[in-house]
């Protein structure tokens, strides 16, 4: 059997090998009672890959961390399969709703997690998608957060992928703008998610949309497979003079993580067991380690990107490998890198809005 090659294993989701994961070196979780926000969790059934509600508990349980809260980010699954086309993907948040019902209910999973959605709508419909926004809202039951739109573009097909906007600069186009001032009146935030090279453009879109709050997401998606790969320092110098631009507006937050697919640096595919979070805190250091020096603890927060990085490692890694490179940072600013800033931006604590109980700690 051939060894796929690099453009095949990443920038790609894969269904977990879970034989493969049982041969994790097991590790404690570190400070175990410090509240996480999971702020990017997907739900899908994708081929015969299926991740819902209890698939998810059973991995937070299993890691021992203090997981009080998700944000459930849309992954173009379960949409409407009849009406009109711009409004098919309202199905999604329809069935975000079920997954949160599920949750409280107790009965599918032994966590309990409080569901904020960021759900999906094209903006390059502009002033026109305030109906789908008005649809999203109604569908949430009051757990509507925000907006993810992917913009990722690179030449290469192996790097762009099949999910991204068939077009460069899509976050320069006019339509684009008028849309995200749709979003940003309708008080949501907008998560976007765009290759490294493209971080300029987010930039410019931040720059010209001062009132909207957009989160750039999975550390702003550096390349390191493909066209590519052996290019590490230059890719690291592209990414780093694109982030202390962006750090430079105030509407923006980042998502910390995400790294797996698209860093390319462990190949899951050929390691003879999983990386421990020692070993995966030295990979990502040098990203996740200047996104908090440059925007603050007050504009980071943590994911997971669950369960596409469940392809090269388990849940409770990601959070031990999150701890071990935050350990110099203070008490203030642990709690706000790991919940405080995800509370802030998605209004976690606004029962009014929120419709249900405020987030749960487990010594509560």
């Known amino acids: ?31 175990p009672d410090l509240p996480i926000v999971d702020t990017y969790v997907h739900f899908w059934h994708r081929g015969e890959h299926r991740y819902f509600l209890e698939d998810y508990g059973r991995d937070v349980a299993a890691s021992g961390h203090n ?10 699954a379960m949409y409407r399969t009849s009406g009109p086309k711009h409004l098919m993907c309202v199905g999604e948040t329809e069935f975000q709703i079920g997954m949160a019902a599920m949750a409280e209910s107790g ?9 904020a959605i960021v759900a999906y709508a094209d903006l390059m419909l502009g002033e026109r998608v305030r109906e789908v926004l008005e649809a999203q809202q109604e569908a949430a039951n009051g757990r509507l957060r925000g907006i993810k739109q992917t913009a990722k573009w690179d030449a290469s097909a192996a790097v762009r992928g099949a999910m991204g906007p068939g077009q460069p600069g899509l976050c320069l186009e006019p339509a684009f703008g008028k849309g995200l001032d749709c979003v ?23 720059r010209a949309h001062p009132d909207a709050s ?12 493909d066209s590519y790969a052996g290019q590490e320092a230059q890719v690291h110098a592209t990414w780093l003079a694109g982030m202390k631009e962006l750090a430079k507006c105030p509407n923006v937050y980042v998502k910390l993580g995400g790294l797996l697919t698209n860093l390319g640096n462990f190949d899951f595919t050929q390691a003879d067991a999983p990386p421990t979070s ?8 040098p990203y996740i380690e200047p996104c908090i020096e440059l925007f ?10 669950f369960p596409v990085d469940k392809a090269g490692y388990h849940y409770g890694t990601v959070w031990n490998m999150f701890k071990r490179i935050t350990q110099g940072c203070s008490a203030h600013e642990q709690g706000m890198i790991f919940s405080g800033t995800a509370r802030r931006v998605y209004r976690l604590d606004d029962q009014a809005q929120f419709g249900h109980l405020p987030v749960r700690t487990k010594t509560q």
């Open 1 to 31: 059997m051939s060894t796929p090659s690099a453009s095949v294993i990443f920038g790609r989701t894969h269904a977990p090998n879970e034989p493969w994961l049982a041969k994790a070196q097991p590790e404690a979780a570190l400070q």
């Open 67 to 76: 997981v009080v809260a998700i944000v459930a980010v849309e992954c173009a």
């Open 296 to 305: 603050g603890a007050e504009r980071c927060m943590v994911e997971c990107n």
């Open 278 to 285: 020692q070993f995966l805190a030295a990979l990502w250091r």
């Open 184 to 206: 940003a009146a309708m008080g949501l935030t907008l998560d976007v998610s765009v290759f490294h090279p493209q971080i300029p453009d987010v930039v410019t879109l931040a």
């Open 107 to 115: 009965k599918y999973t032994p966590v309990a997690l409080d569901t």
């Open 214 to 225: 957009i989160g750039l997401i999975h550390t702003g998606s550096p390349v390191g497979h």
